[in-house]
């Protein structure tokens, strides 16, 4: 009996149960997006982000002395199986998810994780509902440390009727939550300055080819094409435009920030314009993990530095609020100020990040920079 008692001890010594001076477990967090499919390059971004911050802030003593560990959820951008991932995070015991990407998989998935009282933080949906219809219904969980598409959809507007003058516009979009809402905000802001669209057509996610669409912008006479879509149906469009003898200005959102715009594009992506912030691997905040990312040889494009934000954001509202408790750190971030590798971050009463910005960047020569 003596030995049993012993081995029992043992036992919750090595499982912290109960007894002094033992750690706990650790916090479980996670990052969702679309792991696998065709816009895998930006789940890849998110868990090499989510991965850094959280070896980072592991190696400097944790949140509030407990060490974090990371669940990553593949959605595909597909809402039901966002739903589906929410709902498998919410049993594996996950207090805060950084995700997810795409605007339709955010939305939904933010109904599961308000029920079960986990606090959210997208890195990367910019579409206004995600924060929008949150707000109405009175959660508080919900935030996200990009801009959003209202503020997209007037910088590409603006520089459509400031720098493309007299042109004739056709805005296409994929019909997602993320590329119809990214191509009626920029409708919206092109009408407010004098500029009707001579097309406006919507196309399916998935489809490989654009010949008819791309005779109806022909037919219409357009030579600025706005493409309100991720980066895989996008950059087919310029590529088979190029092939089918279009000439025009193609003008697309910030799922155009990935290198794999130029793998599908070649030549023809030449000149193509994107809406994206300001590039935070640029930024003085993120240098030290910058460095980090490229000695081992990752390029933290994208919404890499933007999902290692989400987590650094929540990690210290943890330690204002003294634990995990949603509400509590939820507040704190609300009332609160974060250094993070984008700089410092604030957030408004909605959940969004304060001041956000949006610059145009081209593509050239395999690479994009910032249109001068």
């Not at 990367?124 to 997209?152: H, M």
């Not at 210290?316 to 971030?333: F, P, Q, R």
Request: aromatic letters at 8%; proline letters at 3%.
């Amino acid at each position: 009996m003596k030995q049993l008692k012993t081995g029992l001890a043992a036992v919750a010594l090595l499982a912290g149960i109960g007894i002094a001076g033992v750690a706990q477990a650790d916090i479980v967090i996670a990052t969702a997006g679309p792991m696998t499919g065709q816009y895998a390059a930006f789940g890849e971004q998110m868990r090499r982000g989510a991965e850094r911050a959280i070896a980072d802030i592991n190696a400097a003593g944790g949140v509030n002395g407990e060490k974090l560990k990371l669940e990553v959820g593949d959605d595909a951008c597909d809402p039901k199986q966002a739903v589906a991932v929410a709902n498998d995070l919410v049993n594996k015991g996950v207090v805060f998810v950084a995700g997810h990407f795409c605007s339709g998989s955010s939305i939904p998935a933010s109904a599961v994780y308000n029920e079960n009282n986990i606090l959210q933080i997208s890195p990367a949906s910019t579409n206004p509902l995600f924060t929008e219809e949150a707000a109405v219904k009175g959660w508080t969980n919900i935030f996200r440390t990009c801009g959003r598409d209202d503020y997209q959809g007037a910088t590409a507007s603006k520089y459509i009727i400031e720098h493309l003058k007299g042109k004739k516009v056709a805005v296409l979009h994929d019909k997602s939550a993320y590329g119809k809402g990214l191509a009626d905000e920029t409708v919206k802001g092109l009408e407010a300055g004098g500029v009707k669209p001579v097309l406006y057509e919507a196309f399916t996610q998935g489809d490989k080819d654009f010949t008819a669409l791309i005779s109806k912008i022909k037919a219409a006479g357009a030579d600025v094409i706005y493409l309100g879509s991720y980066h895989t149906e996008a950059a087919l469009i310029v590529r088979q435009a190029s092939e089918q003898g279009l000439k025009a200005t193609f003008l697309s959102g910030d799922a155009a920030n990935t290198a794999e715009v130029w793998s599908i594009t070649g030549e023809a992506g030449e000149g193509f314009l994107f809406t994206f912030a300001p590039d935070p691997r640029l930024k003085p905040t993120a240098a030290k993990v910058v460095e980090e990312f490229k000695a081992a040889g990752y390029d933290p494009e994208g919404y890499t530095l933007y999902t290692y934000a989400a987590i650094q954001v929540w990690a210290d509202a943890v330690k204002t609020a003294g634990g995990t408790d949603t509400a509590k750190v939820a507040t704190a971030i609300r009332a609160g100020t974060f250094p993070t590798v984008l700089g410092d971050l604030s957030f408004d009463a909605k959940g969004d990040v304060k001041n956000p910005e949006y610059i145009v960047y081209e593509w050239s020569k395999g690479q994009y920079a910032e249109k001068k």
